[in-house]
T-cell receptor
Framework: GIQVEQSPPDLILQEGANSTLRCNFS?????LQWFHQNPWGQLINLFY???GTKQNGRLSATTVATERYSLLYISSSQTTDSGVYFCAAGGNTGGFKTIFGAGTRLFVKA | DTEVTQTPKHLVMGMTNKKSLKCEQHMGHRAMYWYKQKAKKPPELMFVYSYEKLSINESVPSRFSPECPNSSLLNLHLHALQPEDSALYLC??????????????FGQGTRLTVV
């Protein structure tokens, strides 16, 4: 099955800094999502991005499907950005067998 | 509305109890999922239902029994669980085959403790 790897595993930033999170996947995908999990466990949808580039405020994401990676950019980080960021990918089973990477744990210091 | 509702939010059960987790969505999605998440780990896929039929079972022990009574509801019946089954159980839904994108939306989860 598809393998999903995220880096870095942990990241500490000063408020206002920028960061890039990476997600590598082992096979072609029909589904690629980025989530932010808050301290209460809620998975918040950030991007659905099997290919291309999207932006939403201070966040943007790019997926290069032919090279099997996706990047999540966080600009001007805020303390509320702290939490765990997951990349999840679904492969050729119509995208329904969605597998999560291990996550990047982000802490933004005030 | 992109809401998936799970009940209860918290559940404590003994190893001999039978309980059920419930999940509901009204987005017209025809694919629904159960995930299990242990502390400091990513969610792990347990089951996928597509058009109310079980399409993926990730070799989950039979003490977990899923049910999809209609296109809006998904249940997870629990029986004779072990303490190591304590975890956050997440339900998700997405459009089904032929409906469009497979973007998944998650509920807030049920935090289960087995004593």
């Amino acid at each position: 099955g598809i393998q999903v790897e995220q880096s870095p595993p942990d990241l500490i930033l000063q408020e206002g800094a920028n960061s890039t999170l990476r997600c590598n996947f082992s096979d072609s995908v029909n589904n690629l999502q980025w989530f932010h999990q808050n301290p209460w466990g809620q998975l918040i949808n950030l991007f659905y991005i099997p290919s291309g580039t999207k932006q939403n405020g201070r966040l943007s994401a790019t997926t290069v499907a032919t090279e099997r990676y996706s990047l999540l950019y966080i600009s001007s980080s805020q303390t509320t950005d702290s939490g765990v960021y997951f990349c999840a990918a679904g492969g050729n089973t119509g995208g329904f067998k969605t597998i999560f990477g291990a996550g990047t744990r982000l802490f933004v210091k005030a | 509305d992109t809401e998936v509702t799970q009940t209860p939010k918290h559940l404590v059960m003994g190893m001999t109890n039978k309980k059920s987790l419930k999940c509901e969505q009204h987005m017209g999605h025809r694919a629904m999922y159960w995930y299990k998440q242990k502390a400091k780990k990513p969610p792990e896929l347990m089951f996928v239902y597509s058009y109310e039929k079980l399409s993926i079972n990730e070799s989950v022990p039979s003490r977990f029994s899923p049910e999809c009574p209609n296109s809006s509801l998904l249940n997870l019946h629990l029986h004779a669980l072990q303490p190591e089954d304590s975890a956050l159980y997440l339900c998700a839904s997405s459009q089904g085959p032929g409906q469009g994108s497979t973007e998944a939306f998650f509920g807030q989860g049920t935090r289960l403790t087995v004593v």
